[in-house]
């Protein structure tokens, strides 16, 4: 399916499967009806579009591996993405994809991985995630903290209680406003990273979440001596048309749905305005 004609006009795929993970989000597994595999990069987004109502990038959520159909994490915030979260088993909607570049997993073989996803963040770090559970034996070290508002707005129960039951990894989740149930850790998630033990030059830290996290994680990561250019983050909220055409995601001459949406902090800390 990756073709130039997919970067600009939609093909239509199939609602195989739904599943509600939150009040807000909504996974769905959509398949192509062109029957065509689906290749893609974790990190990559697809453009998907509500014929006469409009179009919105989301990440890719699923396993790179899986070719027959992807996985996406729909959040409820406008008219497209209500609209998504309307249809059933079978109904169709276009994509165009898949678009952008990827993490930069060939950097990151045999190096320690930190993952750090703050809400929403899991989505696109879940396919990122699979991939090196699937690689484990090209990567050393893996650590996965996530942190949310509150107990309701944690994705992906399932998967974080199948990795829990991991040995081969680390992982923590905090809540910042916790209800009378979490027994958990509380709080923001900088307060994770702190304790832990990292060997900075073989380490890469994957970092997705909402903007007003990333000024923090820095700052954290930064005491930790993490080099600039093991620190990638994503910039996909700033997107909108996925192809350099509406200059709505244009920073200083970069256009992040083309270069990115996944960029290392060596390169972003040049762009006012970036973070």
């Not at 970067?7 to 192509?32: G, N």
């Not at 998907?48 to 591996?65: D, K, W």
């Not at 007003?212 to 700033?238: A, C, D, F, G, W």
């Not at 909108?240 to 902090?265: D, R």
């Amino acid at each position: 399916m990756i073709n130039n004609d997919s970067l600009f006009l939609p093909e239509i795929a199939e609602v195989v499967s739904t599943r509600q993970l939150t009040d807000m989000e909504k996974y769905f597994e959509l398949r192509p009806k062109n029957q065509k595999e689906f290749g893609f990069n974790p990190g990559q987004f697809v453009q998907l579009s509500i014929f006469g109502i409009g179009e919105a990038p989301i990440s890719i959520s699923s396993s790179p591996f899986n070719k027959d159909s992807i996985g996406i994490c729909v959040r409820r915030v406008g008219d497209v993405t209500s609209a998504i979260h309307k249809l059933e088993v079978g109904s169709s909607l276009g994509i165009r994809g898949p678009l952008g570049n990827g993490f930069p997993i060939e950097e990151m073989i045999g190096k320690d991985i930190l993952f750090i996803a703050g809400g929403l963040g899991l989505a696109p770090l879940r396919s990122m995630i699979s991939y090196v559970f699937a690689k484990r034996n090209d990567f050393r070290r893996i650590t996965i903290l996530y942190g949310v508002k509150n107990p309701r707005e944690i994705l992906f129960v399932d998967d974080l209680e199948a990795w829990k039951e991991r040995n081969d990894i680390e992982m923590d989740i905090i809540v910042d406003k916790p209800d009378e149930k979490w027994t958990g850790k509380s709080g923001v998630i900088t307060r994770l990273i702190p304790p832990l033990t990292l060997e900075p030059l073989n380490t890469y830290a994957l970092i997705v979440g909402p903007p007003v996290m990333y000024k923090y994680v820095l700052l954290e990561l930064k005491i930790k001596q993490i080099p600039e250019n093991h620190i990638i983050m994503s910039l996909e909220r700033r997107m909108k048309c996925g192809v350099g055409k509406c200059g709505h995601c244009q920073i200083n001459g970069v256009y992040v749905c083309l270069s990115g949406p996944e960029f290392n902090y060596q390169t972003l800390k040049f762009l006012s305005e970036a973070i």
